[in-house]
């Protein structure tokens, strides 16, 4: 579940003329964890999304510090500033946010997948190399994919999916990465022991 996804949003006019956001990924990710958890600083949302989001999907974290002041002056999250104190930002999940949030949810269609894997790239151009070069990688890779599929089980191991919707979500997330995973080893294992199988 490591697979990069991209991360940027940007406004675009609604149906009625006036300024909507079209988030991205991210903006809705943000949307989300403040409809799931309630009002967060920039700092708790951080925390969130390194918990909860960033495993499958990385945002960096001084986009993550630019999204939720974008929200707000699209009017899908409200600002609100301490006058004492820390005086930290809080934001709080509007009427136009929530129904954002459920328009992009209700939406089947979530574009391309982007997925980038530097180890496709070298077995792209392995033929150029060694034949040991390409049971070197599979070897490699294989084991690498087998920690991956190890961490993800156990995660999965440690969650009540029937207390809350939170573990429910993760579960589903730590199902596909265990598939995903799963496939990797799988593939890359046979590539190692025979370099030249082409076919399943």
């Not at 996804?5 to 991205?24: F, I, P, Q, T, Y």
């Not at 993800?152 to 730590?174: C, G, H, I, T, V």
Request: hydrophobic share 40%; aromatic share 8%; with cysteine.
């Amino acid at each position: 579940m490591r697979w990069k996804l991209w991360s940027h949003w940007d406004g675009v006019k609604g149906r009625e003329g006036r300024s909507m956001a079209e988030c991205s990924p991210a903006g809705y990710a943000v949307l989300g964890l403040i409809a799931r958890h309630g009002p967060m600083t920039p700092y708790e949302l951080k925390a969130r999304i390194q918990d909860d989001i960033e495993p499958f999907w990385p945002i960096p974290h001084a986009q993550l510090y630019r999204i939720p002041p974008g929200l707000a002056q699209a009017g899908l999250l409200r600002e609100e500033a301490e006058t004492t104190g820390r005086r930290r930002r809080i934001f709080h999940l509007t009427d136009n946010g929530r129904a954002a949030l459920e328009r992009w949810i209700a939406e089947p269609d979530t574009g391309e997948p982007e997925t980038r894997d530097p180890a496709q790239v070298k077995l792209f151009f392995a033929d150029l190399g060694a034949p040991a070069d390409i049971v070197a990688l599979a070897t490699r890779q294989a084991a690498q994919h087998r920690k991956w599929l190890s961490h993800y089980e156990s995660l999965r191991a440690e969650l009540e999916p029937s207390k809350d919707s939170r573990q429910s979500a993760r579960a589903r997330l730590l199902r596909l990465g265990v598939l995903h995973e799963q496939a990797h080893v799988d593939f890359w294992e046979s590539l190692a022991a025979d370099p030249g199988r082409l076919d399943d």
